[in-house]
């Protein structure tokens, strides 16, 4: 197949996983045969530098002609200043907006390998496999804002198609894999959570009879989610919490580095990137865990081009290298390795071991 592929490396460590997650997807292109014409472009603080906007129309007008966009992280110290008019945040939120990729998969499952990296027991973490879909092109995040001398706002707004169209992927989802949904709102204390809880409620009962619907509020699923992980199966929730209860998630994993993302719309364009942010501490090291990057190429070769047997195989050559040891400093301080060598033996346990696509053949 022949798809065009958008890269946006971004900031910080950005441009270092996107690095490591580029060579696994050419090396996919090249075993199974694939044509993967990729387009590098600017975003977030590396699109202000140069041209003085996050999301230059140039950018924009290249992801929205794909068929793919393959993210790295935005932002750092440079741009971050509370009074600085344009952040690098800004262009990835425009860019999720545009495209209309209003429903966020973030799975996580905790490899054995790293179980151990992980600050939770790992009797509670074994069989832990759940998917997180986060809203995300509403409420808080997109809401009016306002500033004054002494007072400011952010407006938090949700319509009920918007959360009708999250909730109903998120049963769609689930439908392949658990059947079992969590929602998770603030109904007692936010009117949109209100209506959030009421539109789920029927999205479920009406259109998803075969799906099991269970309300949680937002704080105490922070503590559910470490104290019980394995009862979750699709959890879906508005922008925020979404955004916040999977860092959090991401400790069930062992680290930030390892989770991977997928925002789909309606469309056919798909963006995928790893939920972790720009990482100022440790960029430009060439150590930053590339796990997640190379993961949102297995959901985009999944979500975007239909090549779950390849997906299978990046996810399988990722599970080797980490069950062989090879693991970065988040993971491993003491026998820490690089980047590079994480990426490198991915790519070799991608050559030596996944014979899946072959069979297809
Ligand atoms: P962060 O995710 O960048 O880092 C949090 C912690 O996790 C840091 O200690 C970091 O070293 C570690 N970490 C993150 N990714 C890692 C990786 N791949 N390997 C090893 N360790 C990793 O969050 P932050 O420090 O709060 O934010 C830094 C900047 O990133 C901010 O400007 C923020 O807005 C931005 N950000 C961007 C995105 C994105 O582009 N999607 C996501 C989150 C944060
Ligand atoms: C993420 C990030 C972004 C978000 C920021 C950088 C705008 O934290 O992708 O999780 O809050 O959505
Ligand atoms: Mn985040």
Redesign the pocket.
């Known amino acids: 197949m022949h798809a065009e592929i958008v890269v946006l490396p971004?900031?910080?460590?950005?441009p270092e996983?996107t690095a490591a997650a580029v060579a696994v997807l050419r090396a996919v292109g090249e075993r199974y045969r694939h044509r993967f014409t990729l387009h590098e472009h600017a975003i977030?603080g590396a699109a202000i530098d140069a041209c003085g906007e996050p999301l230059p129309e140039k950018t924009l007008t290249a992801c929205r002609y794909a068929d793919a966009v393959l993210?790295?992280?935005?932002?750092?110290?440079k741009?971050?200043d509370p009074r600085a008019k344009v952040r690098?945040?800004q262009g990835?939120l425009a860019l999720r907006k545009a495209l209309g990729l209003y429903a966020n998969l973030r799975p996580v499952r905790p490899h054995p390998a790293t179980l151990g990296a992980a600050p939770i027991k790992p009797h509670l973490l074994s069989g832990v496999d759940l998917l997180v879909v986060r809203e995300l092109t509403g409420g808080i995040y997109f809401g009016d804002k306002t500033r004054d001398a002494d007072s400011a706002s952010d407006v938090c707004r949700y319509s009920v198609g918007e959360i009708e169209r999250v909730v109903r992927r998120a049963c769609e989802l689930a439908r392949r894999r658990r059947g079992h949904v969590t929602s998770v709102d603030k109904a007692n204390v936010l009117e949109t959570s209100r209506l959030w809880r009421e539109t789920a409620t029927r999205v479920a009962r009406d259109e998803f009879p075969d799906i099991v619907l269970e309300h949680q509020l937002v704080d105490s699923m922070a503590m559910h989610l470490l104290s019980r992980p394995r009862a979750f199966d699709v959890v879906v929730t508005e922008n925020m919490f979404g955004d916040i209860l999977t860092?959090e998630a991401s400790m069930l994993a062992g680290?930030?580095?390892?989770l991977p993302s997928a925002s789909l719309g309606d469309e056919r364009v798909g963006l995928y990137?790893?939920?972790?942010?720009?990482?100022?501490?440790?960029a430009g090291r060439g150590?930053?865990?590339?796990?997640?990057?190379i993961l949102s190429v297995a959901m985009l070769l999944r979500h975007s081009l239909g090549l779950a047997l390849e997906a299978d195989c990046v996810e399988q050559a990722v599970s080797a290298a980490l069950d062989a040891g090879v693991l970065?400093?988040?993971l491993a301080p003491a026998r820490a390795a690089s980047t590079a060598q994480v990426t490198a033996a991915v790519l070799e346990h991608l050559t030596a071991d996944c014979h899946v696509a072959e069979l297809r053949d």
């Open positions: 971004g900031d910080g460590i950005g996983v977030g993210l790295g992280a935005v932002g750092g110290p741009w971050s690098p945040e990835l860092d680290s930030m580095g390892l990137e790893p939920i972790h942010g720009s990482a100022p501490d440790i150590i930053a865990n590339p796990c997640g990057a970065t400093a988040d």
